[in-house]
């Protein structure tokens, strides 16, 4: 996901049941004025993301917070916008926070050259090594067209030629 898809992401957007998350909206800082909530950055990138077992169990940490936090600040709890990643208060975050917040902990573990959109880069990278279809990549990041996909991770293609070649040599030999 996006940083703004991210930080835009509802509870209502969640299936932890079906284990599926879905990107109907995305928050940004608009230079002088509020955050705003808007549609995602393109039509594809309105989509369903899978998720496993790990993400809903953390996801169910976080619903837990939530509710002591809701407790614990009463009617001044804003959920105006009923978002998972927020403020103690249910407010929700700047981007540059967000940023800020990684950037801390990545220096703290020194992987501080290590950006927050690269977490995006490093998740379609291993789908790819591990051979997942491309199109399946496409659809998980919500890139408008798959020669954005394979042109942004071509780097991942050379390994994959190797493995294809011994794939279907294997096949063939059955």
Known sequence: MRRGEILGLRWTDVSLKERVIHIRQSVTKVSGRDLIFLKPKT?????????DEDVVA?????????????????????????????????????PQYATR??????????????????LRHTHATLM????????????????????VTLDTYSHVIPS????????????LQK
């Open 160 to 171: 994959m030629q190797k493995e294809a070649v011994q794939k279907l040599k294997n096949t």
């Open 58 to 94: 953390a996801l169910k940490r976080r619903k837990s917070e939530q509710n002591q936090n809701k407790l614990l600040f009463g009617s001044k709890y804003d959920n105006q916008h009923n978002l998972i990643f927020c403020k103690e208060n249910g407010k929700p975050f700047l």
């Open 128 to 147: 790819l090594k591990a051979g997942v279809h491309p199109k399946i990549v496409q659809e998980r990041l919500g890139h408008a067209l798959i020669t």
């Open 101 to 118: 917040q990684f950037n801390e902990i990545a220096k703290k573990v020194d992987l501080s050259h290590f950006r927050l959109h690269d």
């Open 43 to 51: 039509n594809s990138s309105i989509r369903p993301i899978n998720i």
